[in-house]
């Protein structure tokens, strides 16, 4: 099983909106609506940011939004704030009933 | 509250092998599985298998299939990942997760260090 694959870098100001992709095949991303986004910082365990392709865990901001159109996935932030800078990684479920996490993108805020 | 905690750092050598255990709390163990997920130095996150604590029914990543066993005790609300015969590469953090077709909670992580 390869990785979904994400641009290894995403910039932008604070207060802009930035948009992460994450591409797989129809075995994975395409096939099911179980992508799952994670916020993940140093030191600390990945945080779960969005499930099932476009839903928000309790406590986490409305900036963070989810989208899917046929393979690829997208996570958008808006109003980009400083403490949102982070790896954050792409996740789905496949047909082989295994997970499978995309390559990572780091998020800078300039 | 909801949480999973994890066993302390290892140190092995190549060859040797190692078993990490991730205690839950605050849930019903039995409802969700559990995931494992390692990263290894500047690399990114990869799922290593899941294990569903109902039934013990796994499921591996190609790449460590024979190498890894994932089991559970129910009596104690814990899992565990043990990885035999341990490289170099396999040195990373070990994380364990609470799992539906997500992982919502997280362990803080398990360091393997894996070196002669």
């Known amino acids: 099983q390869s990785a979904l694959t994400q641009p290894a870098s995403v910039s932008g100001s604070p207060g802009q909106s930035i948009t992460i992709s994450c591409t797989g095949t129809?075995?994975?991303?395409?096939?099911?609506?179980?992508v799952s986004w994670y916020q993940h910082q140093p030191g600390k365990a990945p945080k779960l940011m969005i499930y099932d392709v476009s839903k928000r865990p309790s406590g986490v901001s409305n900036r963070f939004s989810g989208s899917k159109s046929g393979n690829t996935a997208s996570l958008t932030i808006s109003g980009l704030q400083a403490e949102d800078e982070a790896d954050y990684y792409c996740s789905s479920y496949t047909s082989s009933s295994t997970h499978v996490f995309g390559t990572g993108t780091k998020v800078t805020v300039l | 509250q909801v949480q999973l905690v994890q066993s302390g750092a290892e140190v092995k050598k190549p060859g040797a092998s190692v078993k990490v255990s991730c205690k839950a709390s605050g849930y019903t163990f039995t409802s969700y599985g559990i995931s494992w997920v390692r990263q290894a130095p500047g690399q990114g996150l990869e799922w290593m298998g899941w294990i569903s604590a109902y039934d013990g029914n796994t499921n591996y990543a190609q790449k460590l299939q024979g190498r890894v066993t994932m089991t559970t005790d129910t009596s104690t609300s814990t899992a565990y990942m043990e990885l035999r015969s341990l490289r170099s590469d396999d040195t990373a953090v070990y994380y364990c997760?609470?799992?539906?077709?997500?992982?919502?909670?997280w362990g803080k992580g398990t360091t393997v260090t894996v070196s002669s």
């Open positions: 997760a609470r799992t539906v077709y997500y992982m919502d909670v």
């Open positions: 129809s075995s994975d991303v395409g096939g099911y609506n179980y």
